[in-house]
């Protein structure tokens, strides 16, 4: 695990900005469902000043865990969230990447409508056309509080979009279970019946799935 950045030391020259806006994405690497952004928002003493133990959404095994660790974040914290799905129209017609960045900008401008004089933390080393006032820090989600907690927020919420909505919609797929991510007990069930309009079809695995099967909400059977 990646050492927290010296908060003060390495981001001391930017203490001009009001507020500070961590953002992050979960979902990137599924093969079924919307990727997930998530905002978080900090005071700029909270920014400095505070001290947190968050880690990146992936470092908990469980939601429980997860929510419990945003919640500890949360507690006695000025704070503020934003989160927006990129769906999967949008990744496959857009790209990955644009359609990325088109929530990025939205959930900043819903958040810069209430706090105007932000900048934006974003996860990785690109950067976002468009974006105003913003760096990338690559492993910032692992390394900076503000953007751990992004992470969890857009977490928790895809989660349980995956396992109450489309879970529940296509209980066959197990999305309960795998988020959309393509192990091998999604694979069997995408090659045996095929993907549905919820899968990504950029994807080769996902594609030949199509190709063999058509979308499984076609089927006559």
């Known amino acids: 695990m990646k050492e927290r950045v010296d908060i003060k030391k390495t981001y001391g020259h930017l203490k001009n900005y009001d507020y500070f806006i961590g953002v992050d994405e979960v979902g990137w690497g599924a093969g079924a469902g919307?990727?997930?952004v998530g905002a978080a928002l900090m005071w700029n003493e909270e920014f400095y000043e505070g001290d947190s133990n968050i880690k990146d959404?992936?470092?908990?095994?469980t939601e429980k865990v997860r929510g419990l660790a945003l919640s500890e974040f949360n507690y006695d914290r000025e704070h503020d969230y934003a989160n927006a799905d990129v769906s999967?129209?949008?990744?496959?017609?857009?790209?990955?990447?644009?359609?990325?960045f088109k929530a990025i900008n939205k959930v900043c401008e819903d958040l810069r409508t209430v706090y105007p004089n932000s900048l934006v933390i974003v996860d990785g080393n690109?950067?976002?056309p468009g974006l105003q006032n913003h760096i990338c820090v690559p492993r910032a989600d692992a390394t900076i509080p503000v953007v751990s907690a992004a992470s969890c927020h857009a977490k928790l919420i895809r989660d349980v979009h995956m396992t109450e909505e489309l879970g529940?919609?296509?209980p066959e797929y197990e999305f309960h279970k795998n988020k959309g991510y393509l192990t091998p007990d999604h694979l069997e069930i995408l090659n045996r019946l095929g993907p549905t309009k919820h899968h990504r079809i950029r994807i080769e695995r996902v594609s030949k799935a199509l190709e063999k099967h058509g979308y499984y909400e076609d089927r006559e059977d």
């Open 34 to 36: 919307p990727m997930w």
């Open 57 to 61: 959404s992936k470092a908990y095994s």
């Open 88 to 100: 999967v129209e949008d990744i496959v017609t857009l790209a990955p990447f644009p359609a990325l």
């Open 126 to 128: 690109r950067k976002v």
């Open 168 to 170: 529940e919609k296509y």
